[in-house]
């Protein structure tokens, strides 16, 4: 059985810029993925061929990003039983177009939604991961120990910030 993997969807190759956040996150933690510009509108049946042949092949997870009307991520839930993680790519001010068909899909098709944007991309791809850790102890451990790390920065940072404040103070 091969290596599961991520299958990004999105809507159009302009939405390739701000997914490619997501494709560092994957990369870091050798995870597998496939791109695919496809359509919920445009193009659903060959949407629904790539998901099914996906789910055959062995996806774990699915990333949908469209930056109009994100219906992608509900048709790709509605083909697979496989997690769906949707990524609106920009929540204008008071534009919520890409965001509210990515939230409010019907009973029984669910997409989990992250953040917008690069931001959300990466959030995807950390969700992503996090669903492959839950069966891969490898991966689990890599990224507790990114968790760590990420942490002890912090207080190292912070430690530095003391350093720095008690050094102004005292002159």
Not at 55 to 68: E, T, Y
Not at 101 to 126: D, H, R
Request: hydrophobic share 45%; glycine share 6%; net charge negative.
């Amino acid at each position: 059985m091969s290596k599961p993997f991520v299958a990004i969807l999105i809507g159009a190759d302009s939405d390739l810029p701000v997914m490619e956040a997501a494709f560092g996150v994957l990369d870091k933690f050798d995870i597998p993925f496939e791109v695919k510009v496809s359509s919920a509108h445009h193009s659903p049946d060959s949407t629904r061929d790539y998901v099914s042949d996906a789910d055959q092949r062995g996806c774990a997870a699915f990333i949908c990003a469209s930056g109009v009307a994100t219906h992608l991520a509900v048709a790709v839930s509605a083909a697979t039983l496989r997690p769906v993680i949707g990524v609106p790519i920009d929540v204008s001010a008071g534009d919520l177009n890409t965001l509210l068909p990515t939230v409010q899909t019907p009973g029984g098709f669910p997409v989990a939604t992250v953040a917008t944007g690069k931001v959300g991309a990466q959030n995807a791809a950390y969700l992503a991961a996090q669903i492959l850790a839950c069966v891969d102890t490898d991966l689990h451990q890599k990224l507790v120990d990114e968790r760590r790390a990420n942490a002890e920065a912090v207080v190292a940072r912070d430690v530095q910030l003391q350093k720095d404040l008690q050094s102004r103070r005292s002159r």
